[in-house]
């Protein structure tokens, strides 16, 4: 496999997974301000009936949703925040920060989907849903330029180690590899690119899903429809 044609699909399933990012904060957003509308209106509604207010609803709802918005606001960032590791690299210590999955993104701020929870539970599960959907759009958006900045030639280097060991690589074969590389800085655009697995038990690793291959052995295929017989068509 050409190293050109290699960047090349790599760089569309970067701008791909750019487009995947802007869409889910835009969706986020969206679920969002809808659900904001539909809670915020029935309870609206409700707490007028029953304070015989307009004024006084207004009021209660908008302390109401506020009070849930800075709950998010400082307990979110634990949930979504990097994961930090530490690896050798000859004689010093490097520490490496990677980011969230998109998926993880999602299963916060869509909230538990655990059926045994209590009837409280559940009601404030779904009152928590608009800040939880605000709060992730924004941290999603926080991602669309990272993603978009890709360095392509570098995560490219990386990838192409990893498919030809076809297995685990350890980060401290990358840095022995290629000396020159930045390597907390390519380690944390990997974690954005979709397929690329982090092994992090003892040490930091990674490994490719099986997705990452068959979109990549797919396209490559439609280039060179011979090389499907190849059964190690990433080692060339």
Same mark, same amino acid.
């Given at each position: 496999m050409k190293k050109e044609f290699f960047h090349d699909w790599l760089r569309r399933r970067v701008e791909g997974r750019w487009k995947i990012t802007v869409s889910a904060a835009a969706a986020m957003a969206a679920l969002g301000l809808l659900a904001f509308v539909v809670q915020a209106g029935i309870l609206y509604l409700l707490l007028s009936v029953a304070y015989g207010s307009r004024?006084?609803?207004?009021? @209660? @709802?908008l302390l109401l949703f506020g009070g849930m918005g800075i709950v998010t606001c400082l307990t979110a960032p634990r949930q979504l925040r990097d994961s930090e590791h530490e690896i050798q690299v000859g004689f010093r210590t490097v520490t490496v920060r990677l980011a969230p999955t998109l998926a993880s993104a999602w299963t916060y701020a869509?909230?538990?989907l655990e059926s045994d929870q209590s009837i409280p539970m559940r009601i404030v599960s779904i009152m928590m849903l608009v800040p939880r959907l605000l709060w992730t759009s924004w941290h999603v958006f926080g991602r669309i330029n990272r993603v978009r900045d890709i360095d392509v030639e570098s995560t490219g280097k990386v990838l192409r180690m990893v498919l030809r060991k076809s297995e685990r690589v350890e980060a401290e074969e990358i840095a022995e590899k290629y000396p020159d590389i930045d390597l907390p800085k390519t380690l944390r655009q990997l974690s954005f690119i979709d397929g690329v697995v982090f092994l992090t038990k003892d040490s930091v690793g990674i490994s490719l899903a099986n997705r990452f291959k068959d979109d990549l052995e797919k396209s490559?295929?439609?280039v060179r429809p011979d090389i499907v017989s190849d059964p190690t068509p990433f080692d060339t």
């Open positions: 004024s006084m609803a207004a009021i @209660v @709802v869509m909230g538990s490559l295929a439609e």
